[in-house]
Each structure stands twice: as structure tokens, then as C-alpha cells.
């Protein structure tokens, strides 16, 4: 018998097509600020990271698109918007 997949392995199997502009952004000068670090127990595709200057980083390859960082961090932390129309997760079934 064959061993489930991992998170990143499941995430592998969709499409993202990325645009010249991130759909996520940490607004300037709140790298520190520390409801940032709620996005990185809650973001269920790990793209949340802190580096060693205690700043949080994200890499959007991967996105979900849930606006489960928005919800945990707020608007004053995040400029959320969903990518444009034929950019961002393709999801693939089966």
C-alpha cells in the first residue's frame, strides 16, 4: 500500500500562474509587527516564514487563495486582493 501524500506534494498537483504584481503583500515597515506571525501557524500552505531578523517573509508560489492570513493578520498588516482574472490556484481534481 502506497503512503498518503504530504501537504506539499497535494499542493504540487495544482497550477499557479502568477502575475507581475503579488496578490499578497506585507505592507511596508510591518514585517515586525507580530500578528504576522499568526500567518505563519495559520496559512495552510506555508508560505509564511520568519527570517533571521525577525521579520516575516512570504513566497505567494503556492497560494491558496483562502484569505486565511487576512483573517488572522488584519488589513493593517496585509494588502490582500485576489489575483487577476486567470492568474493565482487552478485547482486540479482527481
Not at 13 to 26: E, G, M, Q, S, T
Not at 44 to 64: H, Q, R, T
Amino acid at each position: 500500500m502506497s503512503e498518503p501524500l504530504g501537504l506539499k506534494a497535494k499542493l504540487g498537483l495544482d497550477v499557479f500562474k502568477a502575475y507581475a504584481r503579488p496578490h499578497i503583500l506585507i505592507k511596508t515597515g510591518m514585517e515586525k509587527d507580530p500578528r504576522l506571525k499568526k500567518a505563519i501557524l495559520v496559512c495552510p500552505a506555508g508560505l509564511y516564514d520568519e527570517n533571521d531578523a525577525g521579520e516575516v517573509e512570504i513566497s505567494i508560489d503556492g497560494c491558496l487563495e483562502c484569505g486565511t492570513c487576512l483573517l488572522a493578520c488584519g488589513s493593517e498588516v496585509l494588502d490582500w486582493q485576489y489575483p487577476v482574472g486567470g492568474t493565482g490556484v487552478q485547482f486540479r481534481f482527481g
